[in-house]
């Protein structure tokens, strides 16, 4: 029978069982990553989740006395299901930082819910200059292409390149890539004699490299978004563009880690500028890439994986700096401590630019080559702390 005082000690039991509940929940952060886990941009989301869990391994899952869950949710960089799940992480999981994002249509469908709801949203891939720009709460850990579009354009007439066909999947990066190079090449005396876009979803490059054949450009410029560069190589070397005289040359995303060494020698001498390879010559990158190797069955790290890994940086720091006592920070705390940050990366020094929340970065020109029987983007030249040339402010 419940008596008078056995009611009050179950009630006291579960007041204290909810307090401690809530106590836990209050000391819980959570990052809700989205990704591309399944579809044709799943080594995106394959690269960044093995980032991630290393980052997480080596610097441990509590931050200023909070304990760090990591929620990652698939949304096959479908922008409705990026939306859908951003709403669902913010209103029933009550996540306090949003993360991931494999393409540019994903994270441009979740923006408006980091907005209305004020959290921060960290774009650890995709890689559309204007994305910053579609809401106050969006951080940039990966790249833009204008940034990594113009050094090859200022690269390519001071070696032989002066008539370029530009080919570029059919979206907001492919259509950076292809304005920037283009008004780049066009200063620097060169010319865009052509300009090709292909469809982003499961595309046929052949009649376009028929035409680039017929054409017999000095180089073809290549953007296709990461995991879709093999494809390239391989019919731009059926078709004997490269014996024919027509250089391939492109941003990095072409001549990506995760499928380089398996393109065969063909790659051999490949130019790309980017932000990261695997092969970059320093001390902290010889040992993320040997423990993201041991974590990942010798999975080689791209720069997918590197915007993953500095994204959680970003995010743990943030955490470490606005955390006040036993209280969880804002959204707007956080997004103050990740604007401003500055640190060495696998990739080299990168800031995040307080005023863009963009990232400003190296950029770095590089050939493949052959080191120790693998296929490596091996850096021959800098240009240091790349601003993205795509904002006008
Ligand atoms: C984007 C996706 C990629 O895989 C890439 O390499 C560059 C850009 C994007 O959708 O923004």
Redesign the pocket.
């Known amino acids: 029978m419940l008596t008078p005082k056995r009611l009050f000690l179950a009630t006291a039991v579960a007041l204290t069982l909810t307090a401690n509940w809530a106590q836990a929940q209050d000391n819980t952060f959570k990052i809700g990553l989205i990704l591309p886990m399944t579809g044709q941009?799943a080594s995106?989301g394959r690269q960044i989740e093995a980032a991630v869990r290393l980052y997480m391994a080596q610097n441990g899952d509590t931050v200023a006395g909070k304990k760090i869950q990591l929620i990652i949710k698939d949304d096959a960089a479908t922008p409705d299901q990026s939306k859908r799940l951003a709403q669902d992480l913010v209103v029933n999981e009550k996540v306090n930082v949003l993360g991931g994002f494999?393409?540019?249509?994903?994270?441009l469908a979740a923006a408006p819910i980091a907005t209305q709801s004020k959290t921060p949203l960290v774009v650890m891939?995709?890689?559309?200059s204007s994305?910053t720009d579609a809401s106050p709460y969006i951080v940039r850990t990966?790249?833009t292409?204008p940034q990594v579009s113009v050094s090859l354009a200022d690269w390519a007439p001071k070696n032989g390149i002066k008539k370029v066909v530009t080919l570029v999947s059919d979206?907001?990066?492919g259509i950076d890539a292809e304005k920037f190079f283009n008004q780049r090449l066009t200063f620097n005396g060169g010319q865009v004699v052509e300009s090709l876009r292909v469809p982003l979803r499961g595309p046929d490059f052949a009649p376009f490299l028929q035409k680039v054949r017929d054409i017999k450009p000095d180089a073809l410029f290549v953007?296709?978004?990461?995991?879709?560069g093999a494809a390239v190589m391989k019919q731009f070397l059926e078709r004997g563009m490269d014996k024919a005289g027509i250089r391939l040359i492109g941003?990095g995303?072409v001549t990506?880690d995760d499928q380089l060494n398996d393109m065969g020698d063909g790659a051999l001498g490949v130019v790309t500028s980017h932000h990261y390879s695997a092969s970059h010559p320093s001390a902290m990158n010889k040992k993320f890439v040997e423990a993201f190797q041991k974590a990942n069955k010798g999975m080689r790290p791209n720069?997918?994986a590197v915007g993953g890994y500095d994204g959680m940086r970003v995010i743990y720091e943030a955490l470490r700096a606005s955390a006040k006592g036993a209280a969880m920070p804002t959204g707007d705390a956080l997004l103050a401590s990740m604007k401003g940050q500055i640190f060495e990366s696998p990739r080299g020094q990168i800031f995040i630019d307080a005023q863009t929340r963009d990232i400003v970065q190296n950029v770095y020109l590089r050939k493949v080559e052959k080191k120790d029987g693998q296929l490596y983007n091996v850096e021959f030249d800098v240009i240091k702390d790349v601003k993205d040339p795509g904002k006008t402010r």
Request: hydrophobic fraction near 45%; charge should be negative; charged fraction near 5%.
């Open positions: 941009q995106t494999g393409v540019t249509p994903a994270a891939a995709a890689a559309t994305i990966s790249f292409l979206y907001g990066p953007f296709v978004p990461s995991g879709a941003t995303d990506d720069f997918m």
